[in-house]
Every structure is written in structure tokens, then in C-alpha cells.
């Protein structure tokens, strides 16, 4: 994929130091912090509504199928997800699909063609295993990412999570360039 063909929905925050390559599509409202790399390398990646992507994340997509990432998703500080986990010394996210409100930690991976479901947390420098498939409410922690299951979402979850945004909406501009995108 040689063209970037990037489309962005209204109400997202992309710090100029955001680095876009290939076929992205940014949902309304999502956070992109500077210094994070969103790379369509073969396939396309479409982001949804209301995430946040902070420094050092880097997402990759060497597929020819589609990397999809749902709604109102953390990627921490260094996270990745990447389809070369060699490009990334920080947080790696690879896999297919990334489902809904799900917290990736400082320094998480996810490796592989891994599919997460919604509500899951990555503890910081926890990793998935290549082409896993992670349930609803799965818990990744401890250095040898071991895996529990949560009873039901945490109950403040999603106003932390609102909060967050609006607090980021406030304060990157104020001190970070934006690119000039326009929202579709």
C-alpha cells in the first residue's frame, strides 16, 4: 500500500507528530498523543470511536486483511500492536480485531492474528501468544501473563474512561501541535 488514504471523524485530536501511513480510517473523538506510529503497511486499519493512543504505541498492519479496533479502547504509553514485533521495543499490537472499552498497559503486546474481545486488561508488559483468541472480560498480568477471568466490567470504567478524553481534548492542544485533517 504505497498511498496514504487517511479519513478522520469529527471531534478526534491527532498530535502533528503522529505518524499515518497507508489506509487508516479514525473514529469521532479519538486521542492520538504525539510520537505514536499508525502504519497500514498492506491491509487497511480502521479505529473506532472515542479511543485513546498514547506515546510510543505502535500499531502495524502487515495483513492484507483488515486490522479493526473497536470503540473507546486505551492503548498505554509504549504499546503495541504490530504485525513485526523486531519494529517494536515499546507496546505491539498486531492481531485482526480488537473489540470494545479494552485497557492495554504500558509496554503490552499483542502478537500475531490474536483476537480480543471487549473489557479485557493487558498488565503492563503482558503479551498474547501469536493467533490467540482472547474472551469477553479476560485479564492478562504478572510477568508470565497469566490470564483471569473479571465477573462484570468495573462500574467506573467508562466514566474514567470519558473523563480521560475530555481532560486530553482540553489539554494536547494547548501544548502540541495538531495536524490539519479534515473530518469526514
Not at 502487515?62 to 523486531?86: A, H, M, R, W
Request: proline share 5%; net charge neutral.
Amino acid at each position: 500500500m504505497s498511498r496514504n488514504r487517511i479519513t478522520v471523524g469529527p471531534k478526534s485530536i491527532i498530535c502533528q507528530e503522529t505518524e499515518l501511513r497507508g489506509e487508516i480510517s479514525i473514529g469521532s473523538g479519538t486521542v492520538l498523543h504525539p510520537q505514536c506510529r499508525i502504519i497500514a503497511e498492506n491491509g487497511p486499519i480502521y479505529i473506532g470511536k472515542n479511543n485513546i493512543i498514547e506515546e510510543n504505541v505502535i500499531i502495524f498492519n502487515k495483513q492484507s486483511t483488515p486490522l479493526v479496533i473497536g470503540d473507546e479502547n486505551e492503548f498505554e504509553v509504549g504499546c503495541c500492536k504490530v504485525y513485526i514485533i523486531e519494529l517494536c521495543h515499546f507496546n505491539y499490537v498486531e492481531g485482526t480485531r480488537i473489540g470494545n472499552n479494552n485497557i492495554m498497559e504500558a509496554r503490552s503486546r499483542i502478537l500475531g492474528s490474536t483476537a480480543i474481545g471487549n473489557y479485557c486488561v493487558f498488565g503492563a508488559g503482558c503479551s498474547t501468544e501469536n493467533n490467540e483468541t482472547i474472551p469477553d472480560l479476560t485479564v492478562l498480568y504478572g510477568s508470565a501473563s497469566k490470564r483471569r477471568t473479571q465477573s462484570q466490567p468495573l462500574p467506573t470504567q467508562e466514566t474514567l474512561h470519558a473523563r480521560h478524553l475530555d481532560y486530553l481534548r482540553e489539554v494536547l492542544p494547548k501544548y502540541n501541535h495538531l495536524k490539519k485533517l479534515e473530518p469526514n
